[in-house]
């Protein structure tokens, strides 16, 4: 009789207690889950045009501002490099504290067309970057940007590329910002970055 | 008598005229042209492209069929499409100048992309190219080579 009533009770603390442990458990998960949802880290490990690799720890403490695309382009690219060498050249004495880099989505064709001549053409503080295929998948995955290769008679080699025209701020802890779409005007990417520094 | 030395005069004057200025105007038939920009290249390995800015003031649609330059060896229409953020730029058959209208190729839109450059373009310096219409014909103007980091003819009297 005694063991009886040991025994409901023995099973009425084990009912109580695995919900409970399973509403700390599912605490705890959500504890963890929110902060890696809103904002994403991109990553990449690419070659300047040295041969060194860059990754985003080497920029820590910097923003980035980051722009995919390929020397073979006349008009999109030349056009968001032009934007971003007046936004570093209106930041004045804070420049130092932004990194622009240009990271190619062709780089085999990139890497022999002397990138970092094409990126200095435009402002000297951008880093050109150009890795080997599988570096560059990785990257624009880490970066959720999207680029094609798409064959094209009318191209040279016989080939152009379609890429994201984004340009993607990121944060001196590495954390996304935001990004600015196409044809945003240097004057406000410019303030945008002003309220940041 | 005359009116052959006034003739002979304006074609003696139009011969020894400087060559017209890219920011200038260059007129065919009711198509006016203006604003020939192109950017300074590093080699000539990569394409340059070719801006214009075109004025259609008669009641006839025209359309730009085709360009023409000594300083490319493979020059082409194309017209920069940005759809979901991605920039893809398909070849343009030809470029429509409706009638009462201003077209423009400018950066993000419809562009000449000069492949196969045969020289070096350098900044300051000007080359002639040859657009072809549809209805109006054959017309060169001079095309101003700016900066790399151009975004415009910068013509002083751009309106915009």
Known sequence: MRLKVLQKMLWAAVALAIPAYGALHLLDERAETPVAEVSFRPTFSLLDAEGRVRMPSDFAGKHLLVFFGFTNCPDVCPTTLAEVAQVMEGLGDDAGKVQPLFISIDPTRDRSLELAEYTAAFHPSILGLAGDEAQTRAAARSFRIFYEREDSSGAPDGYTMAHSAALYLIGPDGNWLRQFSYGTPASEILNDLRQRL | ?160
């Open chain 2, 1 to 160: 008598m005359n009116t052959m030395k006034y003739l002979l005069t304006a074609l003696l004057l139009s011969l020894s005229a400087t060559p017209v200025l890219a920011c200038e105007t260059v007129q065919l038939s009711s198509l006016e042209i203006s604003e020939a920009w192109s950017r300074a290249s590093i080699g000539m390995a990569r394409p340059s492209a070719f801006y214009v800015t075109i004025r259609n003031t008669g009641v006839k649609d025209d359309a730009l069929a085709g360009i023409a330059t000594p300083v490319s060896g493979k020059p082409m229409l194309h017209e920069t499409v940005v759809k979901d953020g991605v920039a893809s730029m398909p070849h343009a058959t030809a470029i429509p100048v409706p009638a009462d209208s201003t077209v423009q190729l400018e950066p993000g839109g419809y562009h000449g992309m000069l492949m196969g450059l045969t020289q070096v373009l350098k900044e300051g310096e000007t080359f002639p190219l040859t657009l072809t219409f549809r209805e109006a014909g054959d017309v060169t103007v001079p095309v101003a080579i700016r900066g790399m980091g151009a975004k415009d003819a910068g013509c002083v009297d751009k309106k915009d």
